[in-house]
């Protein structure tokens, strides 16, 4: 983000295979594609962030998370269309872009408050569904020329949006230089992202992967916009994927600057997230961490119980890989999306089956790999807790439910 060469290395999680690329069971005994997961802290801005970048057409041409199939997200997705309406456009010509639009679940709780909207996503199979669900969306990775040829075609965005895409960008210079381009004079760039200081507090580390180049944080936000004439005006923080700060950016002098901007930069100088040694000691504490949950599953294992995981999202296969758990603890995963069902999870080879079947016939623990919908998930297999069946927290406070 600052262009400075002062980075230093603070956790290693070894050579990892790439967090969405499920395997079919004929590609198991191939050779795996694994690329180095090491985090760096820039001594500069404060940027946390990998070196090693995979390409991004490797990465999101062909996806296999779908914004719709997400227990929580409908609901967060439509109230964020409602602010984003309510506040910020004026009229009903009035144009909203997406950038990463997945498969055009928030644009369209948008166009349905009356707003015109377009979709922007590099992977080809979810930019069809969005289309077909009648969200127009641009399969392209957003770009500075890309925004130069939206105006053209469409008109200045006042509104653009950018859910957990943020962080997956190498660039970010021709990022905010295309936000500037497309946005509007009074225009605003609202973004989510998984909030850095999360993984201080909860240790959600499992966010850790390939396509999460940057955790994000306000410090090194703020000197990013100042570099291209735009300002982050407003922060808030929400409980989704854990903890997500949503910024808001705006060009300079356009909106006024909420004092929670200020307020979440002294937080994070409170906790030293300035020093080098911060970070080098949550990589020892997530360490620990590893030990308590390798000692529980193995006490179980040895009581000859049995254990699968719950859901398989990406952040799920970082966990199952730094902590070493393969299919001699877990007997399999469980999943509702279909792109996933019948393959096996990267690295650790795993299978994944369907959460009707896992209900039907259920295991004594479920690890819960998709920790951050917990509460909804609690709610959604009360029966199933009825019936004795155990949940394993495995991020932050290692517990059993």
């Avoid at 943020?166 to 660039?171: F, G, L, P, Q």
């Avoid at 950016?249 to 300035?274: C, Q, T, Y």
Wanted: proline fraction near 5%; charged fraction near 25%; include cysteine.
């Amino acid at each position: 983000m600052c262009k400075s060469e002062r980075l230093s290395q603070f956790f290693d999680l070894g050579e990892t295979a790439l967090a969405n690329s499920f395997l079919p069971k004929e590609a198991l005994n191939k050779a795996e594609l694994k690329y180095p997961l090491k985090v760096f802290f820039c001594e500069n801005c404060g940027l946390s962030q990998l070196i090693h970048i995979v390409e991004p057409e490797v990465l999101f041409r062909d996806y296999v998370y779908f914004s719709s199939g997400m227990p929580a997200l409908p609901e967060h997705f439509r109230k964020y269309a409602e602010e984003a309406v309510n506040n910020f456009v004026k009229s009903k010509n009035d144009l909203v872009v997406e950038i990463g639009s997945n498969d055009g679940l928030l644009l369209g709780a948008v166009k349905n408050l009356g707003a015109k909207v377009l979709g922007v996503d590099p992977a080809i199979n979810i930019a069809k569904v969005a289309n077909e669900r009648g969200v127009e969306t641009l399969p392209e990775f957003f770009s500075e020329k890309l925004a130069d040829k939206i105006v053209k075609k469409y008109g200045h965005a006042k509104v653009m949006i950018g859910n957990n895409v943020v962080a997956h960008i190498d660039n970010h210079h021709d990022l905010i230089k295309g936000a500037s381009a497309l946005l509007a004079d009074d225009g605003v760039f609202m973004f989510e992202a998984p909030y850095l200081v999360d993984m201080f507090e909860n240790y959600t580390f499992d966010t850790i992967y390939h396509e999460h180049l940057s955790y994000l944080s306000v410090r090194p936000l703020v000197n990013l916009f100042k570099q291209f004439g735009m300002e982050l005006f407003d922060v808030k923080i929400f409980p989704v994927q854990g903890n997500s700060i949503r910024g808001y950016a705006g060009k300079s002098g356009r909106h006024e600057i909420s004092p929670r901007v200020l307020e979440l930069l002294e937080k994070e100088k409170s906790m030293e997230l300035d020093k080098l040694e911060t970070y080098l000691k949550l990589a020892g504490d997530i360490n620990e961490m590893k030990k308590k949950v390798l000692a529980v599953l193995n006490e179980l294992k040895a009581k000859g119980k049995i254990i699968a995981g719950y859901g398989a999202p990406a952040k799920g296969n970082t966990l199952l890989s730094y902590f070493g758990i393969g299919p001699d603890i877990l007997d399999y995963a469980t999943e509702a999306l279909p792109s996933k069902i019948g393959f096996y999870t990267p690295g650790t080879h795993i299978p994944v089956i369907n959460i009707e079947e896992a209900r039907k016939n259920p295991p004594d623990y479920f690890l819960l790999l998709a920790w951050n919908y917990k509460d909804a998930i609690l709610k959604k297999e009360e029966s199933l807790r009825q019936k004795g069946v155990k949940f394993i927290i495995p991020v932050g406070k290692v517990e059993i439910l």
